[in-house]
């Protein structure tokens, strides 16, 4: 099995990656100063909390299994955590960001409860509902919450003395968050958490056959999901600097899934493709209003039913496909692996 | 007494699937489980290993009662059991499902996970080799990193084996480990479960095969109609009128 | 305890809950038959109630067609629609929960906004095809168009339990729904089984959303609050199963009307979900018991 021209192939392949990787990483540096205006600045520091969000719920339900459907509402206490504490006690940014993963995280736990009596569809609805819950509670609590009216006057964070006040330099506060996201998501998922998070997904009780506590896995799945919702909401807050309820009602929440189902569920890196493609889609769409949800629906409807694993699948199937093969490799042979190995007897 | 198991009775509403069995596994043993289908012989092993709650008996493993605790604690208790339809993790490959056993042997914790990178790497580096042995004990080592599910059949009965071995168990369930296999890979079972039992673990096996069954274990018992009919020795067990009657019987009034 | 506003509240609840029984009557039946859990039964619930008002209203060239002719044009328009869209779901139904949920909403949403494009965002009062003095029986006030709704629900779930025990397509249908592959062994069109179930379920739909229409107001954007609710009610009794969405209908709508008339009116929507999610987590097959499929 020795593929003469393997070598320089595979060479050829990492510097390509390598040097994808590098543009990739100067146009995230650069991008503020390469954007035509502040709305665009804004558009993607929104897409980097949506991406927050969906990372969060890719862990839950991509890899773990769970639904999580009231990431929205998550979101939202966030938020609110964040608003909270800095109008009504003075504090920072700084202090909000781990106060409201906390209180989120908590929050999930409770919604995650249900997990272990209620299988899928059921827990869907109760998810659903508990999300509910929560923005009626978000809703009516006047005093706590300013009610439908909202909180304004968040104040937006500053480093050490240098005011981040502005669509640019907020950016790279979450470019920050973002990468740091992902890189902890990636590393959780890898090793230990990560298979018994999938091995829940695939077969629960085969799971639980191997030594898997599921209960503990399923809450930890809710709360690692909620406290990146958490961190997102506290992002929002400062950065948006007044938040109402109707933000986090369930239409986010399907928002969040759509785009993380678009980028590929199970997949992080779906997380980041589907963040940033729905929310730059939808400012493209915005000028045709109402027909706009018409298209996102049938798109929505086209991609379930065609391409469910979303972008990072057209990629696999692309990758695998014969025609395209000759961009990435001199040898046909080399990135096909052969199941063959029928009735192989002994050892 | 090893594994003791006394008095079990299961009841699923009306139906009675187990009455008053009693059987004990000493150590070391390569203990068989047989009878007619529907015999209660899946149900036995689905009690021990904690899916079910008995309605009544006890079981005890090293002396210990573990009668009605979770399936997982049971397994950390040193049980690992195998599927009768194969039950591997499809999303995963070889290795990972062998590694997805080990988990709860692991002694970093979520922190480390994300604070303290190198030590979660040094210690999945130590899951992966024993891993990788246990592989090469079931001769497929050189499969690890394929999908599990893309395997032949014969292929993934091991992995299943080696799946259930990764969680270092005390004693081995396994649930019609040949069932599908031809007689060159029964044989190839029979030898790896020599050496696994060489290696200090205790096995209890339900099986149809019988000439597996009776070329290999030490001890049998045999179940009908969720009763413990017979017990003993190979040369025992198939004299036993009684054993004969039970199979025969359902052989003559279907 | 004022007696005859406890007996009000209830009657006002039994109401709500009809028309959350109809709807949920479509998620169970749909569910039953083909595994598709329908999150477009919502938008599908305010077309149907469109396909009738318009011909009452006079929307459509001016016509003023009486209220019982509405009401079945409606129905009839929106069975219509549920036989179309059972092509639309054969595929879906096929996949995981979490595609079929989101396809269903992406059809949910194409139906909403169609809609808001073709008569606006802003919706409008229908006017009462019977009198509007409240009437006053044994002391409790009631509206004549809630008897009207909870008369007519009655009549349609006794319908539907008639047409499935007692006629021929009826019982193809019970038995479609429990094996699809038996049922297609013995001759039974499995897809035309559910082109039928789709019809009956729209048009129950269309049905609760012509006669709440005068106590509710009309807008595109009706579906979504009723569709989850609807939904709720069907998990709450048991997905699948007809009396169980009956039941969780009615009491979704007593509950609802219960915590808004004593307990407090903005937490409403919040106590009738927690109780959902507590009567699931003590009974995770809900009241009933859910009832599922055997798919193809």
Known sequence: MSYPAAGSARKRLTIAKALALVVVGCVLLAFPFIAQNRYQVHIINMAGIYILISLGLNIAMGYAGQFNLAMGALWGVGAYTAAILNTKLGVPFWLNLPASMVVAGLMGAIVGLPSFKVRSHYLAIVTIGLGEVINIILVNEQRLTGGADGISRIQMPSLFGFPINTDERYYYLILAVVLLGFFVARQILRHRIGRSFRAIRDDCQAAKAMGVNTAYYQILAFVISAAYAGAAGALFAHLNTYISPDIFEFSSTLFIMTMTMVGGMGSLVGSIVGGLALPVLQEYLRVIRNWQLVVYGISIMIVVLFIPGGVMELMRRLKSSRSLRWLWSSHSEEETFQPEETNVPGN | MFLEIEGLTMQFGGLSALKDVSLFVREGEIHGLIGPNGSGKTTTFNVISGYYKPSGGKISFQRRNITGLPAYRITATGFARTFQNLRLFKSMTVLENVLVGMGHLAKTGLWQEILNPIAVRREEKGFVQKAMKLLELLGIANLAEFPATSLSYGHQRRVEIARALGTDPKILLLDEPAAGLNEVESEDLRETLVKIRESGVTIFLIEHDMKLVMGMCDVITVLDYGRKIAEGSCEHVSSDPVVIEAYLGKEEHP | ?296
């Open chain 3, 1 to 296: 305890m004022n007696i005859s506003l406890f007996l009000q509240t209830i009657i006002g609840g039994i109401g709500i809950g009809s028309l959350y029984a109809l709807i949920a009557l479509g998620y169970s039946m749909v569910y039953r038959s083909m595994g598709l859990v329908n999150f477009a039964q919502g938008s599908i619930y305010m077309v149907g109630t469109y396909f009738g008002i318009i011909w009452y209203m006079g929307m459509v060239m001016g016509l003023h067609v009486p209220y019982p002719v509405a009401l079945v044009i409606g129905i009839l328009l929106n069975a219509v629609l549920g036989v179309l869209l059972e092509r639309v779901f054969r595929p879906l139904a096929k996949l995981d929960l979490m595609f079929m949920l989101l396809g269903t909403i992406g059809l949910g949403f194409v139906l909403d906004n169609l809609f808001i494009i073709i008569f606006g965002a802003e919706g409008f009062a229908v006017d009462s095809p019977l009198p509007n003095a409240p009437l006053e029986i044994l002391g409790v006030k009631v509206l004549p168009q809630m008897l009207l709704l909870i008369g007519g629900s009655a009549l349609l779930m006794i319908g539907l339990q008639v047409f499935l025990k007692r006629t021929r397509s009826g019982k193809a249908m019970r038995a479609s729904a429990m094996d699809n592959e038996i049922a297609s062994a013995m001759g039974i069109p499995v897809n035309r089984m559910n082109a039928l179930t789709l019809a009956i379920g729209s048009g129950l739909a269309a049905a609760a959303g012509i006669l709440a229409a005068p106590i509710v107001y009309v807008n595109p954007a009706m579906g979504s609050a009723v569709g989850l609710k609807g939904f709720a009610a069907a998990i709450l009794g048991g997905l699948g199963s007809i009396p169980g969405a009956i039941a969780g209908g009615l009491l979704f709508g007593v509950l609802e009307a219960v915590s808004a008339g004593y307990i407090s009116s903005s937490y409403t929507r919040g106590i009738a979900f927690l109780i959902m999610v507590v009567v699931l987590m003590v009974k995770p097959s809900g009241i009933v018991g859910e009832v599922t499929v055997e798919k193809v």
